[in-house]
């Protein structure tokens, strides 16, 4: 199993980034998958998941500007970010929860990519 997540990068304030987590060793529609960031000195936060049945779920914080999608003949998952704000900084991770629909429960991911900076500034 291995995701690997790419797409970050620097962006001015209401501009837009996409990321990527393209993932191998399972299929998307049998499994939870989700994306998480951390900014520096704060804890991790859940951004958006994919349940198993295609349900898609996003905090509050980026509710109206982000959406996840997949694509299963890519084995890829996408986060559109719109609207991007100062406080999106953060290093973006992609996990999945296999055998398992998506949750925010960080600790029931067992596997996960290597982050991808994010960084909005002007």
């Known amino acids: 199993v291995q995701l690997q997540a790419s797409g970050g990068g620097l962006v001015q304030p209401g501009g837009s980034l996409r990321l990527s987590c393209a993932v191998s060793?399972?299929?998307?529609?049998?499994?939870?998958i989700a994306w998480f960031r951390q900014a520096p000195e704060k804890e991790p936060e859940g951004v958006s998941c994919?349940?198993?049945?295609?349900?898609?779920y996003y905090s509050d914080s980026v509710k109206g500007r982000f959406t996840i999608s997949r694509d299963n003949s890519k084995n890829t998952v996408y986060l559109q970010m719109n609207n991007l704000k100062p406080e999106d900084t953060a290093a973006y991770y992609c996990?999945?929860?296999?055998?398992?629909?998506?949750?925010?429960?960080?600790?029931?991911?067992?596997?996960w990519g290597q982050g991808t900076q994010v960084t909005v500034s002007s």
């Open positions: 996990a999945a929860n296999i055998g398992y629909g998506a949750d925010w429960y960080r600790t029931d991911y067992a596997y």
């Open positions: 060793g399972f299929t998307l529609d049998d499994n939870g």
């Open positions: 994919v349940n198993t049945d295609g349900a898609t």
